[in-house]
């Protein structure tokens, strides 16, 4: 029981690293804002980790409308 328990313990470590290390990538060396993928990352962080994600790539798209989870109400402004 105690083996399985790591095993799970350690799948969910890798799952976590892998994702957020998408996640980061996608936030400070993206070629779009625009990708599915990090955009479904992001927009699902906890708010303050979502805004520091926002803001990276605010400065880095400062032209480009925000993508979901990165918008005000009007879907216009960076938040």
Request: with cysteine; net charge positive.
């Amino acid at each position: 029981m105690f083996r399985l328990l790591r095993l799970v313990v350690l799948i969910a470590v890798v799952v976590a690293a892998v994702l957020g290390g998408y996640w980061y990538s996608y936030v400070t060396n993206s070629e779009s804002p625009y990708q599915e993928i990090g955009i479904e990352l992001n927009s699902r962080m906890p708010d303050p980790i979502r805004k520091w994600g926002c803001d990276k790539l605010h400065v880095t798209f400062a032209g480009a409308l925000p993508p979901y989870g990165c918008a005000t109400g009007d879907g216009r402004a960076w938040m």
